[in-house]
């Protein structure tokens, strides 16, 4: 008995043993089993669509044609590759969750081409990964183990043999060697099209028609394509923009043109309107800050004001509580090119980045053909989202960088606001230029916000030691780092001759709504987490505190630039700007990318799956707001896209070049 019990056992090990020198024919199965788990798992981070039949047939299918070609490999080889296809789509994987923490979006081809920026982001990237996140790489070490026993089942010497017999084979065999892998390949392939393409498909003649024309929200996509079909489609549609795309038809870029002489005629009505110009040939200083959000304004915490010193100038200037930033995945650089050039940020990438060379009309060229002097301040590489280009492009008089500043307060990722705020003061009175427009770009509320410890004036109570917390802090410190700037300017007696305008120039990425309910004390509505990440600060200074009032008008970062040529009487003739000043009673909606919008009476989100009817209506009329039917925001929401289409199509194209040279010939 226990002879027989020994000799299956032997004959049990034999088997696995030999069924795992045949790793290589059924390692495919295996990866995509193992991917398969993890995107399932990563749709249930994301939570931005359920994991439904279809979806999970196009991510199969993605898997197989990922791995289709390692068939035709031997098996040493063939065992290899698919451990570090494992780790490699693994990494991808990850850093899709990564990066989706931060910016509520996924990993494109353009932001791959800034993947040298990823260094500087080495303290938010590792706040943002989990302890749950180790199981995207859990199967790793298997693939490798398994790899590594193929490998030492065939190496060399155990097959020398082997390879001597194939060497001497006869050509017919070798043939029909090659015939046993195509067939095999072949059919994996086809398996793998078939399960992308007929769900894909059934869903572009369904509920997503029209998705995949122009640019669009990311996340609808992915909700049809799936996770690596989202990639390989990503890739596939900037291969075409940049390498295969056809001429741009006459017909879309006069309607192009179009569109902005319909927006030029209400931008025109500014002209006729209450300051217009009436503070011509005052400096301009606009203070873009990191991070920095409405929520703060007027709230106090342990018995402090967050921002005393905000709030104290907010009293004292237009606010407007209503201001929206516009931004997608350029962040800071997309602040940057809404405010200054008036344009709706790229759906993917920075324009900073992938189209840095472009003509545009932005508030350098627009202020210096009035005779200003056009500075930008920031505190850090020059290199970095390609501002030296970009800046050179948009036709500043001089960009201080990193180069320029003496590094006396290290905070965060260079230097603390306080100090940059001075020694920028002392940039514009060395430079003894009037008027002058200067832009000054913060950053010591940078994500994660880990202020010094001397830093953290504040008692944040139950928020100690949560990012929340910590950014609260973040911004008390720049409050008081703007309360110095303000004395700063008083000091050197420019203060009754400059305008001050400060914005936030986008969200924190704290999606943590309990925190927030510590914070506010109270549950946070759906409505409530998207308006509290759109929301951010926006107040004009005048000259001796005139024209002080709350402006309670739906404004966005877009509006920067005709709201600064209102002010300083400039016409908005042959300027092409989408947005329209935000002290005009000319009434637009304020667009976001994955297009959403607000005109102050409603606010549409969108829903993940792109279809206009299923997204959320709320109606702002009343005290609080309601939801309504979806009908009401139907129409703003086809305009909102139409805004951002044409927007891509202008920027892709650089057909602003094109319209500067008709005009020019006119």
Same mark, same amino acid.
């Given at each position: ?90 990494? +991808?994987? %990850? ?5 989706? !923490? $931060?910016? #509520? ?6 932001? @791959?081409?800034? *993947? ?111 996770? +690596?079909? %989202? ?5 596939? !549609? $900037?291969? #075409? ?6 001429? @741009?038809?006459? *017909? ?415």
């Amino acid at each position: 008995m226990l002879s027989r019990l020994r000799t299956a056992s032997l004959q049990s090990l034999h088997w696995t043993l030999k069924g795992l020198g045949l790793w290589p024919l059924w390692g495919i199965t295996l990866l995509a089993v193992s991917l398969l788990y993890k995107l399932n798992f990563l749709n249930h981070e994301f939570n931005v669509g359920e994991m439904n039949d279809w979806k999970w047939k196009v991510n199969l299918g993605a898997v197989l044609l990922a791995s289709f070609w390692t068939i035709f490999l031997g098996r040493r080889a063939k065992a290899l590759s698919l451990a570090i296809l494992d780790l490699g789509l693994s990494f +991808l994987l %990850f850093s899709d969750l990564i990066y989706f !923490r $931060y910016f #509520k979006d996924f990993i494109s081809v353009p932001v @791959l081409l800034q *993947a040298g920026q990823v260094g500087e982001l080495q303290a938010s990237i590792w706040s943002l990964i989990q302890p749950g996140d180790w199981i995207l790489f859990a199967d790793i070490p298997v693939a490798l183990a398994l790899a590594g026993w193929v490998l030492w089942r065939n190496s060399a010497k155990r097959l020398s043999a082997t390879a001597i017999t194939r060497r001497e084979a006869p050509t017919s065999k070798l043939r029909a060697s090659l015939w046993r892998k195509f067939i095999p390949a072949t059919l994996v392939f086809a398996i793998g099209w078939a399960l992308i393409y007929y769900p894909v498909e059934e869903q572009k003649n369904g509920w997503a028609r029209g998705l995949f024309v122009g640019n669009w929200w990311n996340i609808p996509i992915y909700n049809v394509t799936g996770l +690596l079909g %989202f990639h390989g489609y990503d890739t596939y !549609r $900037y291969a #075409k923009e940049h390498w295969f795309g056809d001429e @741009l038809p006459e *017909a879309q870029i006069e309607e192009a043109k179009n569109w902005f002489a319909e927006r030029q005629a209400l931008q025109k009505q500014m002209e006729n309107e209450p300051l217009f110009g009436q503070y011509k040939g005052k400096n301009v200083l606009v203070v873009q800050a990191e991070a920095f959000q409405e929520f703060v304004i007027g709230q106090s915490i342990g018995g402090e004001e967050i921002t005393p010193n905000l709030n104290k100038l907010i009293g004292q200037s237009i606010y407007f509580p209503n201001f929206y930033h516009q931004t997608a995945q350029g962040r800071t650089s997309d602040a940057d090119f809404l405010t200054s050039c008036s344009m709706h940020p790229l759906p993917t990438g920075s324009a900073f980045i992938r189209f840095a060379g472009n003509e545009f009309d932005c508030v350098p060229s627009i202020v210096k053909s009035e005779g200003y002097d056009a500075t930008v301040h920031h505190a850090y590489d020059g290199s970095f989202w390609n501002r030296n280009n970009m800046y050179h492009n948009m036709n500043y008089d001089q960009f201080y960088n990193i180069k320029d500043y003496t590094i006396d307060e290290p905070i965060g990722w260079s230097l603390g606001d306080t100090s940059f705020f001075r020694q920028t003061v002392e940039q514009l009175k060395e430079r003894q230029k009037s008027p002058f427009y200067a832009l000054s770009i913060t950053l010591s509320s940078h994500h994660p916000f880990k202020l010094p410890y001397t830093n953290q004036e504040l008692s944040v109570g139950d928020l100690q030691g949560t990012i929340l917390g910590d950014y609260v802090q973040a911004a008390h410190y720049v409050d008081s780092a703007v309360g110095e700037l303000v004395e700063d300017l008083k000091s050197e007696g420019l203060w009754e001759n400059t305008i001050l305008m400060f914005y936030g120039d986008h969200d924190n990425s704290v999606y943590d709504w309990k925190l927030y309910e510590k914070y506010f004390g109270k549950p946070v509505s759906d409505i409530d987490k998207d308006r509290i990440v759109r929301k951010v600060p926006f107040f004009i200074h005048l000259p001796n505190d005139e024209n002080a009032g709350v402006v309670e008008k739906a404004v966005g970062q877009i509006d920067t630039t005709p709201t600064i040529m209102h002010l300083l009487g400039i016409p908005t003739d042959n300027r092409y700007l989408m947005g329209i000043s935000m002290l005009s009673e000319a009434q637009k909606s304020v667009v976001f990318r994955n297009g959403g919008y607000t005109d102050g009476k409603v606010y549409f989100v969108p829903s993940g799956d792109g279809i206009t009817g299923n997204g959320a209506c709320y109606d702002l009329t009343g005290d609080e707001p309601q939801t309504t039917d979806s009908a009401s925001c139907v129409a703003g929401a086809e305009s909102a896209k139409q805004d951002l289409n044409i927007s891509d199509r202008v920027i892709e194209n650089d057909l602003i070049a094109v319209f500067h040279e008709e005009d020019d010939g006119k």
